[in-house]
C-alpha cells in the first residue's frame, strides 16, 4: 500500500483529494495537512509516508518551500505537486526540487488517477533493484509521463463523487 499526505490550505479540497486518492487501488491517505507547518510535522510523525500530494499555495510558506526543507531534513519522500500554481518558474523550480509530477488545478479524478498509476508503475518498477541497460533507464523515465486530461475551467469545481469518470 503507497501511503500519502495530502497537503492544501483548502480543507475541502484536500478532502476531495484525499477520496480520490482512496478511490485508486493500492493508495491510502495516511494524513492531511492544511499549512506547511502541519506538513512538516506529520512527516516528522507518521510512521509511514511515500509520496506527498503537496499544494503550492500555503497559509505560512510554499509548498516548494515544504519540499526545500523536506529534503535539507534528509526526507527523501516523494512528492506530485498539486496546485493552482501554473506560472513556468514555478514549475521550474518543482523539477529541480524533485517533484515527480505536476498537476494543475482544477482537474478531474481521472487526472489524478493518471498521475497516480504512473507513479505505483514507475514504485514497482524501481523495486525490483538491480542494474539497468539503457532501454529499462528509459522505461522508469517514461513511466512517469501519464496521458494528460483535459483542462477544466480555472476556478471549476471538482466533479460530484457520483460522477463516473474514464480514462
Not at 542494474?131 to 483535459?150: N, T
Request: zero cysteines.
Amino acid at each position: 500500500m503507497i501511503e500519502v499526505l495530502v497537503v492544501d490550505d483548502d480543507t475541502r479540497v484536500a478532502r476531495v483529494n484525499a477520496a480520490y486518492v482512496e478511490k485508486v487501488p493500492g493508495f491510502h491517505v495516511a494524513g492531511e495537512a492544511h499549512s506547511a507547518a502541519d506538513a512538516l510535522r506529520q512527516l516528522e510523525t507518521l510512521p509511514r509516508l511515500d509520496l506527498v500530494l503537496m499544494d503550492h499555495y500555503l497559509p505560512d510558506e510554499t509548498g516548494l518551500a515544504v519540499v526545500q526543507e523536506m529534503r535539507r531534513r534528509g526526507h527523501q519522500t516523494d512528492v506530485i505537486m498539486v496546485t493552482a500554481a501554473r506560472d513556468v518558474t514555478t514549475v521550474q523550480a518543482a523539477m529541480r526540487h524533485g517533484a515527480l509530477q505536476y498537476l494543475v488545478k482544477p482537474f478531474a479524478f481521472a487526472g489524478l488517477r493518471a498521475k497516480l498509476e504512473a507513479y505505483a508503475e514507475l514504485r514497482r518498477t524501481l523495486d525490483g533493484g538491480g542494474e539497468a541497460e539503457q532501454a529499462e533507464v528509459d522505461r522508469i523515465f517514461g513511466a512517469l509521463s501519464a496521458p494528460s486530461e483535459p483542462d477544466l475551467p480555472k476556478g471549476t469545481p471538482p466533479p460530484p463523487r457520483s460522477w463516473s469518470v474514464s480514462p
